[in-house]
């Protein structure tokens, strides 16, 4: 009866165990990236009354007579299954999709989390604003270039703190020059282009009809008190000759060279060398109507918002219309996801059962996705707590009913002396 009441004492403890972790996951039901747990159980070391005998001659055997004596707590483990995904709109809530942890750093340890509610701070960088820490990746360099290979560091989104121009390298004319032109006869247009500080230049470009058939000449000027030359000039023209269908057939592309005075403020990239287009023009018997289609150059812009893909790459949004990657969110996964031990604030850290770090990028190496604007709710089903509520009220109840059964038999027993 002893032992009857101490196993009934363990059950209490273990079932005791069981309700709080449950009373944490019910708690956490709505935490953002929230990881519910469960308990389980195993039997102590039982008292063999009798061992088992093997069969000899007309003696059949007989198997090990043992009475258990109670319960234990085998281990508490953590459900990192998926979680419900919610739309935030909000560009710097993270989700992951699949496997794998956001890295958050303190400057002289990692920590790993689930949850992506992150912010820019007053310094344009990307951390976790409920403790401060910041949110760890590949930073891009002045092209958008990233190195995946290289160290993690903290991610800067600088919004409204940063420039970007685009240097002009092509520009598309479209359009017709007039076939039944004299020679000699001119047409001329402005465009506006843009050198390696943002700074638009006006470029005039003068087609003149030569005598040989169905050729032009194109030489460059400029009123802009900055441009020192222009290449091709009216000395030395450059030529774009058409066939009889009225298609450039030589002369379609022209390269451009300009140079600058000398002792300006802020000298841009000397010489600016750029190409323009002459391809889609034509020489038709029409008015002629020239104009620039396009060019790749942009004056300064600012950063004004950034989105982030799903795979974690950072792209900016300049006011001049341009986009350029401005970093990578990165992830890390571990051997043994199990063997994190918590930290609190939503956080976990690595220990030896878990093995170290493997950071990396996004969609590789057993990393998940990453999504923008959303965030990943608490996987705690709400169902299977309340059912494992009801399994462990029942287990503490018959757990106590040992414990007084067997007092009232040690009460009985006591009476005999009476």
Same mark, same amino acid.
């Given at each position: 009866?002893?032992?009857?009441?101490?196993?009934?004492?363990?059950?209490?403890?273990?079932?005791?165990?069981?309700? $709080?972790?449950? /009373?944490?996951?019910?708690?956490?039901?709505?935490?953002?990236?929230?990881?519910?747990?469960?308990?389980?159980?195993?039997?102590?070391?039982?008292?063999?009354?009798?061992?088992?005998?093997?069969?000899?001659?007309?003696?059949?055997?007989?198997?090990?007579?043992?009475?258990?004596?109670?319960?234990?707590?085998?281990?508490?483990?953590?459900?990192?299954?998926? @979680?419900?995904?919610?739309?935030?709109?909000?560009?710097?809530?993270?989700?992951?999709?699949?496997?794998?942890?956001?890295?958050?750093?303190? @400057?002289?340890?990692?920590?790993?989390?689930?949850?992506?509610?992150?912010?820019?701070?007053?310094?344009?960088?990307?951390? $976790?604003?409920?403790?401060?820490?910041?949110?760890?990746?590949?930073? /891009?360099?002045?092209?958008?270039?990233?190195?995946?290979?290289?160290?993690?560091?903290?991610?800067?989104?600088?919004?409204?703190?940063?420039?970007?121009?685009?240097?002009?390298?092509?520009?598309?004319?479209?359009?017709?020059?007039?076939?039944?032109?004299?020679?000699?006869?001119?047409?001329?247009?402005?465009?506006?282009?843009?050198?390696?500080?943002?700074?638009?230049?006006?470029?005039?470009?003068?087609?003149?009809?030569?005598?040989?058939?169905?050729?032009?000449?194109?030489?460059?000027?400029?009123?802009?008190?900055?441009?020192?030359?222009?290449?091709?000039?009216?000395?030395?023209?450059?030529?774009?000759?058409?066939?009889?269908?009225?298609?450039?057939?030589? &002369?379609?592309?022209?390269?451009?060279?300009?140079?600058?005075?000398? &002792?300006?403020?802020?000298?841009?990239?000397?010489?600016?060398?750029?190409?323009?287009?002459?391809?889609?023009?034509?020489?038709?018997?029409?008015?002629?109507?020239?104009?620039?289609?396009?060019?790749?150059?942009?004056?300064?812009?600012?950063?004004?918002?950034?989105?982030?893909?799903?795979?974690?790459?950072?792209? &900016?949004?300049?006011?001049?219309?341009?986009?350029?990657?401005?970093?990578?969110?990165?992830?890390?996964?571990?051997? =043994?996801?199990?063997?994190? /031990?918590?930290?609190?604030? =939503?956080?976990?850290?690595?220990?030896?059962?878990?093995?170290?770090?493997?950071?990396?990028?996004?969609?590789?190496?057993?990393?998940?996705?990453?999504?923008?604007?959303?965030?990943? &709710?608490?996987?705690?089903?709400?169902?299977?707590?309340?059912? =494992?509520?009801?399994?462990?009220?029942?287990?503490?109840?018959?757990?106590?009913?040992?414990?007084?059964?067997?007092?009232?038999?040690?009460?009985?027993?006591? =009476?005999?002396?009476?």
């Amino acid at each position: 009866m002893g032992s009857a009441i101490y196993a009934g004492v363990t059950g209490l403890q273990v079932h005791q165990r069981r309700l $709080d972790v449950i /009373a944490s996951n019910i708690a956490n039901v709505n935490t953002t990236g929230y990881r519910s747990s469960r308990v389980l159980f195993q039997d102590l070391f039982s008292q063999t009354l009798t061992g088992a005998r093997a069969p000899v001659g007309q003696f059949g055997g007989n198997n090990p007579m043992q009475i258990g004596l109670g319960v234990r707590l085998a281990s508490i483990d953590t459900n990192f299954g998926q @979680g419900t995904l919610q739309t935030t709109g909000v560009a710097s809530d993270l989700a992951i999709q699949g496997g794998g942890f956001f890295v958050l750093s303190d @400057g002289s340890a990692d920590y790993y989390t689930r949850d992506g509610s992150f912010d820019i701070n007053a310094n344009g960088q990307l951390i $976790d604003s409920a403790t401060g820490l910041f949110v760890q990746g590949f930073q /891009a360099d002045g092209a958008g270039t990233i190195d995946p290979n290289g160290a993690v560091t903290n991610l800067t989104i600088p919004v409204g703190g940063t420039s970007i121009v685009r240097e002009t390298t092509i520009g598309t004319l479209i359009g017709n020059l007039d076939a039944d032109a004299a020679v000699g006869d001119t047409v001329t247009r402005t465009i506006q282009v843009f050198d390696s500080l943002g700074t638009a230049r006006d470029i005039t470009i003068t087609f003149e009809k030569t005598a040989a058939a169905n050729e032009w000449e194109w030489s460059l000027s400029s009123t802009d008190p900055d441009i020192d030359t222009l290449s091709p000039d009216a000395g030395t023209p450059g030529t774009i000759t058409f066939d009889t269908d009225g298609n450039v057939s030589a &002369g379609g592309i022209g390269a451009v060279t300009v140079t600058f005075v000398a &002792g300006l403020p802020a000298t841009p990239v000397d010489p600016f060398l750029f190409d323009l287009d002459f391809e889609a023009m034509t020489q038709l018997s029409d008015d002629s109507d020239i104009s620039l289609q396009n060019q790749d150059g942009y004056p300064r812009g600012t950063l004004e918002a950034f989105n982030i893909g799903g795979d974690g790459i950072i792209n &900016g949004v300049f006011s001049n219309g341009l986009t350029q990657v401005i970093g990578q969110v990165a992830l890390a996964n571990f051997a =043994n996801n199990g063997g994190l /031990a918590r930290f609190g604030d =939503n956080l976990f850290r690595d220990t030896p059962g878990s093995g170290p770090a493997q950071i990396g990028i996004p969609n590789t190496g057993g990393r998940g996705s990453v999504s923008g604007g959303v965030l990943e &709710g608490s996987n705690v089903d709400l169902g299977t707590e309340f059912s =494992n509520l009801i399994v462990t009220q029942r287990g503490f109840q018959a757990n106590a009913r040992t414990i007084t059964t067997a007092d009232a038999l040690l009460q009985e027993t006591v =009476n005999l002396v009476r």
